[in-house]
C-alpha cells in the first residue's frame, strides 16, 4: 500500500489511473481505523481496481467545545489495518495541505444539515460535505463508501453529488456493532466500563422500534415512548434526540409510512455522545 | 457545432475527449453574446482542442427585484455567433436540468462574495459559484476563460478553484469597450441614447485615476475625489461604489501601493446598473 501526503501527487495518481481506465473507489475517514472502517474498505475493493482509503482528522467539521484535539490518531496502526484490508493508498494530507492560507470557501446543502446533528452542532456538516467534495476532487473516485451509522451525513453527501452534478457512486455499507449490540464507533473508546454497558441501550432501543413496526405499529408517539423506555434502562446522562424522519429528505414524519422510517436516536453518557439509527422497512398495511 | 442540453450527454463527451488526452476550455456565459464573448471564445480556442461555450440565465444569481425574467435571450444568434468565434460545442440546459428537485446545495466564498457587488447583490456570488461548479462538473474543462469585466467573479473563481482543489486553470480575457470606452455588456441594451452618452463617463473616470497613480498620486482619497468628479460629469442617477481594493482579497485598500491596486465601480443610469473596474499597476515608489 502506498501512502501519499500531498493533493498534487494524489490527483496525478488519480488522474493516470483515469486515463488507464481503472475504477477508483474512495473511503474517507478521520482515521482510528475500526472493523466498521474495515468493513467498508472491504466493499470498496469488491467494486473497484483501486482503493483509497483517506485518514484527516477535519477540523472544519468540530464544533469550539468539541474532541478535535483529543480525537483518537494512530496512523501506524491505520497504515495496517487499511493495508490488511485491501486498500491501494492511504491519503493522509496534513492539516496545512487541505486548507492553505486564505482558505474560505464552504459546501452547504441547506436544511439537511440544520436538523438533527446539525441542531446540535452547528457548522459540522458545513465541514464534513466542504471536506468531503475537496476528497472527491483529490481522490476522482467513481465510487465513494460511507458508513450507515452516519447516516444524516451519506443523506447530505447524496443529495451534495446529485446537486453538483458529480459522477460519483455513493455506496453504504450496513452498521458494524459489538457482539452485544453497541454500534461500533471511534468514540466508544471515551467511555468508562460502566458507560459501556448502559449504551447497549441504544440498540436494544432500536430493536425495540423495529419490532413494534413489523407488529403494525404505526403511531411514531407510541414507539418514540417504547424507545425511551429502553433507553431510560441505560440511564442515560442526557437524550439528545429520538427523531423518526424521512430517510432521504430528513422531515420529521408523524406516522410510520411505507417504504421505509428512520429512527436516529443520540444520547450521552458522561461526556460522550453516541449515536445510532435504523432504517427500518414499513410494508403497506392491509 | 454541437448543441448539447442534457448534463449526461455533456459529461458523457467530456470524459471521451478527456480519455482520448484532448484539452478543454470552457466560456462560461449568460448568452446575448457579444464582442466581449467572442474574445473570451477565441481566447479559449488558441489554448485547447474543444471549446464548450456554456449559455444559461442562471436564476440563483439574480435577486428578486432584479431583471431574470427580461434578461436578453437570443439563443439562434447565440449559436451563430459561438460557430463563428470557434467554439466546439454550445451547452444550453434548461433551469430544470441543473436545478431538479429537492436542490438545495450551494457554495459559498466567504468575505469575498460579501463586498462591494455582493453587499448590493446579497445572494449573487452564492449563485455564481455554485453555477460555475456545476458546470465545471460537467464540462470538465482543464482552461475556464472569464471576463475581467466581472472582475470580483474572476476573485471568487479563482479562489473557489483553489480552495476546492479544482484542476482548472483560470485565464482572464481583458475587458472589451466600445469606440468611447463604453465597457460592453449585455445590460447597455437597457440605456436609452442619452444615458448611452452619459455612461461614457466610467471609462473617463478609470482612465483619470489611472493617470493620477502613474503621476505618483498614492492617496485613495484624494483620486477617489477625480473619479467621483469625472463620474458627475455623465450625471449618474447614483453611485453605488468608487473602491480601491486588493485585486484578490478585495480588501478596501488605505493608499494605493505596489505591485497594483482594484479600482472598482457600480453606477446607475435611470433603471441599469453599471459596473467597470481598472487594475491599476503601481511602481515603488522612488
Known amino acids: 500500500m502506498e501512502i501519499v501526503r500531498t493533493i498534487r501527487e494524489m490527483q496525478t495518481r488519480a488522474e493516470g489511473l483515469r486515463r488507464a481506465g481503472k475504477t477508483i473507489s474512495i473511503v474517507p475517514t478521520m482515521g482510528s481505523l475500526h472493523d466498521g472502517h474495515v468493513s ?14 483517506t485518514v484527516f482528522v477535519n477540523p472544519t467539521q468540530f ?3 468539541e474532541d478535535y484535539e483529543h480525537y483518537p490518531r494512530d496512523i501506524k496502526r491505520d497504515e495496517e489495518i487499511a493495508a490488511q484490508s485491501g486498500s491501494d493508498v492511504l491519503f493522509c494530507p496534513e492539516v496545512g495541505e487541505m486548507y492553505r492560507e486564505g482558505y474560505r470557501t464552504y459546501v452547504v446543502v441547506d436544511d439537511l444539515s440544520r436538523v438533527l446533528e446539525g441542531s446540535v452542532r452547528p457548522a459540522h456538516f458545513r465541514g464534513v460535505s466542504t471536506v468531503v467534495l475537496k476528497l472527491f476532487n483529490i ?6 463508501v460511507f458508513g450507515q451509522k452516519d447516516v444524516q451525513q451519506v443523506a447530505i453527501i447524496k443529495r451534495m453529488v446529485r446537486d453538483l452534478d458529480l459522477e460519483v457512486q455513493v455506496v453504504v455499507g450496513p452498521i458494524v456493532r459489538e457482539n452485544d449490540g453497541l454500534a461500533i464507533s471511534s468514540r466508544n473508546a471515551y467511555l468508562t466500563p460502566d458507560e459501556r454497558k448502559r449504551a447497549t441501550a441504544l440498540y436494544r432501543s432500536l430493536q425495540q422500534a423495529e419490532v413494534a413496526v413489523r407488529s403494525g405499529e404505526r403511531n ?5 415512548r417504547k424507545v425511551r423506555a429502553v433507553l ?9 434526540y429520538v427523531a ?17 422510517i428512520l429512527l436516529a436516536l443520540a444520547v450521552r453518557f458522561g461526556r460522550t455522545r453516541l449515536i445510532d439509527n435504523s432504517i427500518i422497512p414499513v410494508n403497506e398495511t392491509p
Open 40 to 53: 467498508l474498505i472491504k466493499l470498496a475493493a469488491e467494486g473497484s481496481d483501486e482503493v483509497v482509503t
Open 63 to 65: 464544533g469550539p467545545n
Open 139 to 144: 481522490v476522482k473516485p467513481h465510487i465513494a
Open 244 to 260: 423518526f424522519v424521512d430517510p432521504e429528505t430528513f422531515q420529521e414524519r408523524e406516522r410510520v409510512e411505507p417504504p421505509a
Open 232 to 240: 431510560a434502562d441505560g440511564s442515560p446522562d442526557a437524550v439528545d
Open 220 to 224: 411514531v408517539r407510541e414507539i418514540g
